[in-house]
């Protein structure tokens, strides 16, 4: 087993054994990972700390077959203000829980673990509403894994002007022309113009915006919509949202 470095998100931890914890990471080497700590759980161990949901930092781990062991952590953002509030805590594992079950072991996850780094400082802030932090997340998301709506062109003749319903079934945006002939949402340019930019927004400009209350609303309804007819798994922390 060599010895490596590791920068990552924990996604989650659970106790192994009488001391030990089994950690699932985000890291920027190697994807998702599982790692063991050995010793976690005593009260004086250096790794007690390090072993938690949203710690962010370096580990150094030995590498196994399977799984990797660490020896030492360097956390650098435990995320301290969201963990002691409860709703931010909620959505905040969420954000985890989605990560954890679409990220891939051995696999090039730098943009997940960017968005999520990126989505829990916005979190923590407190600057942004937790429906429109969780819209964001969601429907970036959806970019990294090719799964998203087209919002730039009509999905009927592929226009690009005039784009006037947002049609579920046909999975992106139709013009008024073509939405005669189909059924869809009418949404306003403001809710468009919003889904066109975290599409295409680069991660350090993503949370750089708020909505007024009613195109909040709109957003929230269509991505509510869209994920309903679109996405088959169930998030254990969605019951608490």
């Not at 890291?27 to 759980?41: H, I, L, S, W």
């Not at 409860?86 to 996850?109: I, R």
């Not at 002007?161 to 002939?181: R, Y």
Request: include cysteine; charged fraction near 25%.
């Amino acid at each position: 087993m060599g010895l490596v470095s590791l920068t990552g998100i924990v996604l989650s931890s659970s106790d192994v054994g009488e001391f030990d914890k089994r950690l699932v990471l985000l890291t920027k080497e190697d994807g998702r990972v599982t790692a063991f700590a050995k010793g976690a759980r005593r009260p004086n161990n250096p790794l007690v700390a390090a072993c938690s949901p949203f710690c962010f930092g370096t580990f150094e781990a030995y590498q196994g077959r399977n799984s990797y062991h660490i020896s030492k952590a360097n956390i650098s953002n435990y995320f301290r203000d969201l963990v002691t509030d409860y709703e931010k805590v909620c959505l905040g594992s969420y954000f985890l829980e989605v990560a954890d079950f679409l990220s891939v072991e051995g696999v090039d996850e730098r943009v997940r673990l960017g968005l999520l780094y990126q989505s829990l400082k916005a979190l923590e802030s407190g600057k942004f509403s937790l429906r429109l932090l969780r819209n964001i997340y969601d429907l970036k998301t959806w970019v990294i894994d090719g799964e998203y709506p087209n919002v730039f062109s009509c999905m009927g003749c592929g226009k690009k002007e005039n784009l006037k319903v947002f049609s579920i079934k046909k999975h992106g945006m139709l013009c008024g022309d073509c939405a005669k002939d189909e059924s869809g949402t009418e949404i306003s340019n403001s809710t468009l113009f919003t889904m066109q930019y975290i599409v295409s927004s680069k991660l350090d400009k993503l949370y750089t915006f708020v909505l007024n209350k009613e195109t909040e609303e709109e957003f929230t309804r269509i991505l509510a919509a869209y994920r309903l007819n679109y996405r088959a798994h169930k998030y254990k922390s969605e019951e608490f949202l």
